[in-house]
């Protein structure tokens, strides 16, 4: 089945600092979404990229749709201790019925 | 108000019990998730209803049987709990199954402890 590589798997920052991680296929999606996951809480989407290429902003936070629909990465800019969590990356199709996950990035903010 | 809402939030177990965890969503969507979240954070699918009829069994041990008596609701009752069932279980929907792209919105999870 389809499988996604998300990396880093983890990150330790110092607050401000601007953080990146990304996810890779073999196999191309034509929907990449982004989601947070706070300690003790399901994940929450944060961003959702449709189109090859988008580049989509929400806040600090910017994602990009690989040109090659193989790919997405997710910026956060100027961290700060609040964004401690686990990020995943999901790939989805039309009609194939389901997201698939990345591993997850998990990430640290030191004050 | 809960999108969605799934109960009990955390059940501690004897080895070999049958136990039942239920999910809720109020936001009209069509489709229904069970997602398996073990040590390491990984987020595994176990299910998938689309308005009352399953459309995705992943590779799950039969002891595994979730129930959909509307498109709201997505139950999943588990028999004779082994330990390797202690994990975070997640229940979630989205609009439809991947038609389109939609997102899923998640439940804040049930923790299953087997003792």
């Known amino acids: 089945g389809q499988q996604l590589n998300q990396s880093p798997q983890s990150m330790f920052i110092q607050e401000g600092e601007d953080v990146s991680m990304n996810c890779t296929s073999s196999s191309i999606f034509n929907t990449w979404l982004w989601y947070k996951q706070d300690p003790g809480e399901g994940p929450v989407l944060l961003i959702a990229l449709y189109k090859a290429g988008e580049l989509t902003s929400n806040g600090r936070l910017t994602a990009q749709f690989g040109i090659t629909r193989k790919d997405s990465f997710l910026n956060i800019s100027a961290s700060i201790p609040s964004d401690v969590g686990i990020y995943f990356c999901?790939?989805?199709?039309?009609?194939?019925?389901?997201?698939?996950f990345g591993d997850g990035t998990t990430l640290t903010v030191k004050p | 108000d809960t999108a969605v809402s799934q109960t009990p939030k955390y059940l501690v177990t004897q080895m070999g019990n049958d136990k039942s965890i239920k999910c809720e969503q109020n936001l009209g969507h069509d489709t229904m998730y069970w997602y398996k979240q073990d040590s390491k954070k990984f987020l595994k699918i176990m299910f998938s209803y689309n308005n009352k009829e399953l459309i995705i069994n992943e590779t799950v041990p039969n002891r595994f049987s979730p129930k959909s008596p509307d498109k709201a609701h997505l139950n999943l009752h588990i028999n004779s709990l082994e330990l390797g069932d202690s994990a975070v279980y997640f229940c979630?929907?989205?609009?439809?199954?991947?038609?389109?792209?939609?997102?899923?919105?998640f439940g804040d999870g049930t923790r299953l402890s087997i003792l």
């Open positions: 999901a790939g989805l199709n039309t009609n194939a019925g389901k997201s698939t």
């Open positions: 979630a929907s989205s609009l439809s199954a991947g038609g389109g792209g939609q997102p899923q919105h």
